[in-house]
């Protein structure tokens, strides 16, 4: 009997709570894929009485930088007393993460209750005959509810996947399209060509609402959204990179001047900045439609805390970087800012990604930047398998593998993102070691709340 108890007891300690089921009920979706199309999103909508009809968007598509722009848009329509939704993704440690109101997460609760509802909505597409609808469709008609009936002033709304079938594309006209940075990702779903990929951002644009894009656009890619601001009679505002000076970059720090105005960001990286000035064109364009900004408000958007998993510096000296970069306009930048802020400092790197990303470009890039490089891996049937991972760094060179005798030029598997952070946190061996966890999103949960426990305990058990 003794031991029966102790085994009901450990089964009860793992009894999952209702949040627990909501969340793993919309990240179970995840088996229905990706699928173009706006019927099973619009009629997701209309079982729930059609909330995007009472909103009123800012909307955000870009291969790259949409996440860090919406959030600092967000933030500074906050600062100026607006209730303001956020919609992004993906999330790094909690699901709630996607859907904020005045940089506060969803709270458990209103989760467990929209996820029921979303259960029955779900039920009834279904009995509509309609396939069944995607994690992201689910949960994109759950933000346009939660934010209804918390009655926000205005709501940014970052795509998921390209903007013309993308389930945000459901809301009509926004006040305001904004496009980031475009590049070569997701070539399956959006095509294969940069012209192509930027045609599907451009369903966000819709007569009546003007466009921000972002400065330095691939050529292919802008000719394009210009002919369709052209062709829809929209204004198509730029920010001018000749008025645009970067004054201060260190690690956790920007600070750049832009229209004989001074901001600063607790960002690592040039392209946060770059960034910046797509969000404060965007901010400008919202003043001159009425909304009570004021440079102080767009100031504070700015230096907001960006979202988890961005050039996420968890701790200087030694520098703990998580990057969620998972593609090569993205890598690209990662390596830049290692190239410029991090010089000549040892570099150690744990990286995983998705096999349909292009990760015969990107691990290369990591790999013979690396002092220390260990192969490892999101998890999941998309992942590429750490082995994979690390054949891809051998053959980049890792360095030229270069100081062995030193403990450099290491090459190693990791079989998942938890054993890895810890690895590689004992490869630290000074103050001025760069110790980064990038790759695909996936890769950064558990990551992060080892790399934390890591920081908060080095000095109790000695880890670097």
Known sequence: ??????????????VPTEYDLAVDYILGLSRFGSKLSLDRAQALNKALGNPQKKLTFIHVAGTNGKGSTSTMIAAALTAAGYKTGLYTSPSVERFEERMQIDNQMMSEEDLVAAVA????????????????PTEFEVATSMAFAFFARQNCDVVVLETGLGGRFDATNTIGTPILSVI??????????????????????????????????????????????????????????????????????????LEFTYQNTSYRMNQTGRHFAENALTAIEALKALQGAGFRLTDEHIQAGVATTLPAGRMELLLKEPYIILDGAHNIDGIRRLTETLDTVFAGRRLITVMGMYRDKDYAACIPELAKRSHVFLASS??????????????IAIAAGIGSMRGLEKGEG????????????????????????VLLFCGSFGMLKDAKAQLTFVVNNRAKYNIF
Request: charged share 25%.
């Open 1 to 14: 009997m003794k031991k029966e108890g102790k085994t009901l007891a450990k089964r009860r300690k793992h």
């Open 117 to 132: 509802e979303m259960k029955n909505v779900v039920k009834s597409v279904l009995a509509q005959g309609l396939e069944h």
């Open 180 to 253: 980031t940075s475009i590049s070569m990702d997701h070539t399956a779903y959006l095509g294969d060509t940069l012209a192509k990929i930027a045609y599907e951002k451009c369903g966000i644009i819709k007569s009546g609402a003007p466009v921000v894009c972002a400065y330095g656009q691939p050529e292919e890619a802008f000719d394009v959204i210009q002919k369709d601001c052209a062709e829809k009679g929209v204004q198509l505002i730029v920010p001018d990179a000749e008025i645009f000076t970067l004054t201060k970059e260190a690690p956790g720090e």
């Open 378 to 391: 999101p998890g999941g049937s998309r992942a590429l398998k750490p082995l994979e991972v690390m054949d």
């Open 410 to 433: 290491i090459v190693g598997l990791q079989e998942n993102a938890y054993k890895g952070a810890l690895t590689g946190a004992r490869f630290i061996q000074n103050n001025s070691d």
